[in-house]
């Protein structure tokens, strides 16, 4: 029995059967009648105790249970901090004979008990449910106080704290991954893939690697604690989606939506998918993005290999212009590109597709005499900066500038406010991406003067997880979808 004991430890057994979780003791049927009566007690193995010589006695004065604690399980006895424990079985049958024995025999078995279960501290990188290569390597070190550390030694008052680290390379189904060291035993589950293939590590790339991998390990002290698993579940991926034939291009109305398709393949789920419309505008090219669906959720042990994208703009413009040329025909878009992201987050190439004239719907210039511009009342906003004292939200306004001849009605049925999208891992980098929207402006003015202000809030904290500056605009649009773009504001967003 020399070692450690958990609190589930068992001291079980009658007059004829040995203990339910081994051999250390064994009655015999030659103590008058069967049915025996078995109680066990411990005690520290301090200079208070006497073995008994040859390991078993039958005098009623040396089978005194005095000094003793009575238990049923290891629960029962404290950690060993204060040394190792020796155990004595206490026999009686019904005629009143007794008989006692030390566990382990003629030389006493010393023991610990070690309640107290392991734990694993995880390393942050891979993430969980995050993307990975082939080669990488999910660490745990196994962290335990079992008291002495070492198989049958060390029983003391200063725990050894045992710290021995364990890798699973992701991807790598073999007999190495679950090595724990010289320590002693752990169990894991070496990453695996949920088709059931079991993985080829090459020495470059992930070809043939791609999937989600699932990586658990498990810690077990010498009392037979087990710690709570830990898993690691990872996408695995060399390659972005890749486009099978071109953008579908619809014939566009004046007013309304634009739905452009496409279809995209993968051997990982597509988690984010996006389009941007592109305009020639007088005052540099101007690109809208707007969000597509995803294909599938990702880490749910289901591949999504294709996905049909439709990308929707609403409201559409059939044709953009600047402020400063406010009279002037607006430009229709020339280009719409579509992009894919896998959930091990690599992206497909663009794909673009041409825009012909005569796919768009002839505009009309906007009337002359007005001036669109737009304003902020906070150029700075604190997105998740606690320490600074900057506000979390703007107001944006747009403002229309006239007289009420020129603004006897609002030339606008709606303006859509955009900020440039600088997060560098956003489906929609380099495009701008609708923040908010108003479709009644505030008159206001003295005659002959006049002025229509619409307004939104924005709190990027919300959903804009950057710092740095960027740019926002407004863009009013008429009921038939012609447009004109204010000046943009530039905002810097503090984290």
């Known amino acids: ?215 658990t390990i498990t810690a077990v002290d010498q009392a037979n604690n087990l710690s709570t698993s830990v898993t690691r579940t990872v996408a695995v991926e060399s390659t972005g989606p890749v486009f099978s034939g071109g953008v579908s291009i619809p014939t566009l109305a004046s007013t309304g939506t634009a739905i452009f398709s496409a279809l995209a393949t993968d051997s990982l789920d597509i988690v984010a998918t996006a389009g941007g419309l592109r305009y020639p505008t007088t005052g540099g090219t101007f690109v809208i993005g707007q969000a597509g669906p995803t294909c599938g959720i990702g880490f749910d042990n289901v591949l999504t290999t294709s996905c049909a994208i439709q990308v929707n703009f609403a409201p559409f413009y059939r044709s953009l212009t600047n402020a400063a040329t406010f009279s002037t025909l607006g430009v229709k878009p020339d280009q719409v590109t579509i992009v894919a992201t896998n959930v091990g987050g690599l992206a497909s190439a663009p794909l673009n597709g041409a825009i012909a004239p005569a796919n768009v719907q002839n505009g009309v210039a906007l009337p002359a005499g007005i001036t669109f511009a737009n304003s902020i009342n906070n150029a700075t906003l604190s997105n998740g900066d606690l320490t600074a004292n900057n506000p979390q939200s703007t ?59 619409y307004s939104t809030t924005w709190n990027p904290a919300a959903s804009f997880g950057f710092a740095g500056t960027v740019d926002v605009v407004a863009i009013g649009t008429s009921a038939a979808g012609d447009a004109v773009i204010a000046v943009p504001v530039t905002i810097t967003l503090t984290q």
Request: one cysteine or more; a negative charge.
């Open 395 to 453: 107001t944006i306004s747009a403002v229309l500038t006239g007289t009420t001849a020129t603004l006897a009605t609002t030339p606008f049925s709606q303006v859509v406010f955009y900020v440039l999208d600088n997060r560098p891992l956003s489906a929609t980098n380099g495009m701008y991406i609708v923040i908010g929207s108003s479709n009644s402006g505030a008159v206001s003015g003295v005659n002959p003067a006049r002025t229509i202000t």
């Open 1 to 215: 029995m020399n070692g450690f004991i958990n609190g589930a430890y068992a001291f079980a057994g009658t007059g004829s059967t040995a203990p339910a979780n081994g051999t250390y003791y064994q009655s015999g049927n030659d103590l008058g009648v069967d049915g025996n009566t078995i109680v066990f007690g411990f005690r520290l193995n301090d200079a208070n105790f006497t073995a008994l010589t040859g390991g078993t006695s039958t005098s009623v004065t040396t089978c005194a249970q005095t000094g003793w604690t009575i238990v049923t399980k290891g629960s029962d006895i404290p950690n060993s901090t204060a040394g190792a424990y020796v155990s004595r079985v206490f026999e009686t049958d019904k005629l009143g004979n007794v008989r006692c024995s030390d566990l382990g025999g003629a030389v006493a078995a010393t023991y610990g008990v070690d309640l107290q279960a392991p734990f694993l501290t995880v390393a942050a990188a891979p993430a969980d449910q995050g993307p990975a290569l082939i080669s990488d390597v999910f660490t745990a070190t196994y962290v335990d106080s079992a008291l002495g550390g070492i198989l049958g030694s060390g029983f003391g008052t200063t725990p050894v704290l045992v710290k021995t680290q364990r890798n699973i390379i992701i991807g790598t189904n073999n007999a190495a991954n679950c090595t724990y060291g010289t320590f002693a035993s752990s169990t894991c589950s070496a990453a695996t893939r949920p088709d059931g293939n079991v993985p080829v590590v090459g020495t470059t790339g992930n070809a043939g690697q791609a999937g989600y991998y699932t990586s």
